[in-house]
């Protein structure tokens, strides 16, 4: 019976406090007698615990220790690097500004000058079959010289609708049936339409040139906003690549605008 309740008592959560409390306890029974100490417990002759603390609590102690982080380790730690936001921030504006151009170069394609050129029928839409398709979807067209296109239809059925399409272009063609193709004659321009036509290209050069200047101002607005986080002189070059990037842009517009007046007047 005496063994029994031993057991439970070193079973139970205070047994450990009682022990340590306790400078020597001894319990005698017929069978055994216990001898513990704040730091030794005899079972019998044989068996010897440290009762200090169980290997558990300590385990456990030294694992919440190593998890504390100290003033010095909190001190010495690494800040993490503002992110590089250069290559984003240009990416994006370079995009908007060749998309811009691309539009610049498919709408100058739209305006007749006195030469012909393949892609001045690009812009227009064909009904057929109940279905609108672009021009060059339909047909093949090239050049048969300085003043003649030739329009080709890959489905000699759909010649009709090719014709009566080119004929209700702003283009002022007349093509001709020739054999299964049509044939367009480019026809000089007169004074007033090359003035029409150059007012046209300046007004185009202008829009573009605002489409490239608000991409630049979404690049600086962007730089701006990251402008806290990055250094002074980080912010200075990214702000001062993207302006040669407009420049870049704006230069590849005007070229175009200036070879595609030249293409008018000289027609």
């Not at 070193?10 to 029974?29: C, D, E, K, M, P």
């Not at 014709?163 to 272009?169: D, L």
């Not at 007349?174 to 090359?194: C, F, M, Y």
Request: aromatic share 2%; net charge positive.
């Amino acid at each position: 019976m005496m063994a029994m309740l031993v057991r439970r008592a070193l079973s139970s959560r205070n047994a450990i406090g009682f022990l340590r409390r306790s400078s020597v306890v001894v319990v005698q029974s017929r069978d055994f007698s216990i001898i513990s100490s704040p730091n030794l417990m005899m079972v019998g002759r044989d068996l010897q615990f440290d009762m200090s603390m169980p290997d558990f609590l300590r385990d456990t102690r030294r694992g919440f220790a190593k998890g504390k982080k100290s003033k010095d380790d909190s001190a010495s730690g690494m800040v993490d690097a503002a992110p590089d936001i250069g290559p984003t921030v240009k990416a994006a504006a370079s995009s908007q500004m060749e998309a811009a151009i691309d539009a610049l170069s498919r709408d100058l394609t739209k305006l007749r000058t006195g030469r012909a050129a393949p892609g001045m029928l690009d812009h227009i839409v064909v009904e057929t079959g109940g279905v609108k398709m672009p021009l060059n979807h339909l047909a093949l067209v090239s050049v048969l010289d300085p003043k003649t296109l030739s329009v080709n239809p890959y489905d000699p059925d759909t010649v009709k609708e090719l014709e009566k399409a080119i004929v209700a272009s702003p283009l002022g063609l007349n093509p001709k049936l020739d054999g299964q193709r049509l044939v367009a004659s480019i026809p000089a321009l007169t004074k007033e339409h090359t003035q029409a036509m150059c007012k046209i290209v300046t007004k185009s050069s202008e829009v573009v040139k605002q489409s490239i200047r608000r991409a630049r101002q979404k690049a600086l607005d962007t730089i701006k906003k990251a402008g806290s986080s990055l250094p002074k002189d980080e912010v200075k070059r990214l702000e001062k690549e993207v302006d040669e990037l407009t420049k870049k842009f704006v230069k590849s517009a005007e070229d175009m605008c200036k070879s595609k007046e030249k293409e008018i007047t000289e027609a």
